[in-house]
């Protein structure tokens, strides 16, 4: 079975600016990776590169063994919970899930269920009839992934998961991704946060003006680096 991402020589510009040198990344089903770096360092557009909203100039990547740029099969294998919660407020859990479900591709008859199925994953089903905008961010955050696993992805991405929530609702969030790699799905979180990215990550690696400058796991990479 090939890994759930791999990416292989990946460059990209924007006119003169190299937003992507060389880079390499493999991430295998159950497992998590965390990528960090700073802003600029084209995390971004790995991010859109991986989901084939971007052609890259130069190297490959593959989702499930295909290229999401050409593969509709390879986009449908994915889920990506955007920085932004993007839900509708005035829906409910239940309704916000059922309709996510049906965009994802579901019958009518499926949403219910896979609404339900998400939920419980996620840890909301408490609030399945609670419209989003009475919820607290951290639930806010765990919908916004429960809308990304509704067609079961086997690669799913978390940018900034959980920016503006406090230390208790973070471990919610963290515990959520625990179990679905646990579930054995391949897991990309982008953050800025080292604490997060050290208890949570697998492996995790770094991005610096384009280039993966460093990889491995994280209690060695940070005794490495200080």
Not at 190 to 211: P, V
């Amino acid at each position: 079975m090939p890994p759930a991402l791999s990416v292989s020589g990946l460059h990209h510009a924007y006119g003169a600016r190299q937003a992507l040198q060389g880079v390499d990344l493999t991430v295998s089903a159950g497992e998590i990776y965390a990528l960090l770096g700073p802003n600029g360092a084209g995390k971004s557009t790995l991010v859109r590169a991986i989901c084939g909203r971007l052609k890259p100039d130069q190297g490959e990547v593959r989702v499930a063994g295909q290229d999401p740029w050409t593969a509709a099969d390879a986009r449908k294998t994915l889920g990506l919970v955007p920085q932004e919660i993007a839900l509708y407020k005035h829906l409910t859990v239940r309704e916000n899930l059922k309709v996510f479900a049906r965009l994802s591709g579901l019958s009518a008859a499926a949403a219910g269920p896979a609404a339900d199925e998400a939920a419980q994953l996620t840890r909301v089903s408490d609030r399945a009839e609670v419209p989003v905008k009475h919820l607290s961010g951290g639930y806010q955050r765990r919908v916004n992934i429960a809308a990304a696993i509704l067609h079961h992805p086997a690669l799913l991405i978390l940018d900034e998961p959980t920016v503006g929530v406090d230390i208790q609702a973070r471990e919610a969030v963290d515990q959520v991704i625990r179990a679905l790699r646990d579930g054995g799905v391949a897991v990309l979180v982008i953050t800025h946060d080292l604490e997060q990215a050290e208890a949570l990550a697998d492996r995790m690696g770094f991005l610096r003006e384009g280039r993966k400058v460093l990889e491995g796991a994280p209690r060695a990479l940070l005794e490495q680096a200080y």
